[in-house]
T-cell receptor, first 111, second 113 residues
Framework: DAKTTQPPSMDCAEGRAANLPCNHSTISGNEYVYWYRQIHSQGPQYIIHGLKNNETNEMASLIITEDRKSSTLILPHATLRDTAVYYC????????????FGKGTTLSVSS | DAGVTQSPTHLIKTRGQQVTLRCSPKSGHDTVSWYQQALGQGPQFIFQYYEEEERQRGNFPDRFSGHQFPNYSSELNVNALLLGDSALYLCASFDQGANTEAFFGQGTRLTVV
């Protein structure tokens, strides 16, 4: 079973920041937080991952609370093309470890 | 550089038949994982192949089997198809040694009638 809890859906206006929360209260010390997204009819796409420090790349920022029990994925300027299902996954950062997906959050970006 | 490619893109089979799905990993990747995604659900891990051997397996019956070839490509076989096997089947690849993130293909949509 997935070790994360996410809201089933969220809405965001185009151009605004989208903040997607994730709870992972049972995360272990050696587990990372990964985010993937799946645009309709496509395979999941890696976004970002982190252990305990905040991370930023060209796609998004990841904010992890100090106790590591929750995190937030931030899309700073959402566009219509960011409409997708976003999955928060915790896993050890070890090659070969399977990704355990939950149901994710459906983000709808509207103009 | 081609990413992960899967074939066919769509497939319709009859209950009881057998099906083979194919996956070519991203260039430089040596490990392939297969996932099943039912409508409205997140992907579920089926199994993973590395060095031509099954290394991990999820909670799927023996009707689901696979193979990895020396060129790292992989096949997923499902025997005795059930209506409940209708789903999007996703292949993901990564470089075991580099511990890169997984890259997913577009999937094969299997419909069992």
């Amino acid at each position: 079973d997935a070790k994360t809890t996410q809201p089933p859906s969220m809405d965001c206006a185009e151009g605004r920041a989208a903040n997607l929360p994730c709870n992972h209260s049972t995360i272990s010390g050696n587990e990372y937080v990964y985010w993937y997204r799946q645009i309709h009819s496509q395979g999941p796409q890696y976004i970002i991952h982190g252990l305990k420090n905040n991370e930023t790349n060209e796609m998004a920022s990841l904010i992890i609370t100090e106790d590591r029990k929750s995190s937030t994925l931030i899309l700073p300027h959402a566009t219509l093309r960011d409409t997708a299902v976003y999955y928060c996954i915790v896993r050890v950062d070890q090659a070969g470890t399977a990704l355990i997906f939950g149901k994710g959050t459906t983000l709808s970006v509207s103009s | 550089d081609a990413g992960v490619t899967q074939s066919p893109t769509h497939l319709i089979k009859t209950r009881g038949q057998q099906v083979t799905l194919r996956c070519s990993p991203k260039s430089g990747h040596d490990t392939v994982s297969w996932y099943q995604q039912a409508l409205g659900q997140g992907p579920q891990f089926i199994f993973q192949y590395y060095e031509e051997e099954e290394r991990q397996r999820g909670n799927f019956p023996d009707r689901f089997s696979g193979h990895q070839f020396p060129n790292y490509s992989s096949e997923l076989n499902v025997n005795a198809l059930l209506l409940g096997d209708s789903a999007l089947y996703l292949c993901a690849s990564f470089d075991q040694g580099a511990n890169t993130e997984a890259f997913f293909g577009q999937g094969t949509r299997l419909t069992v009638v």
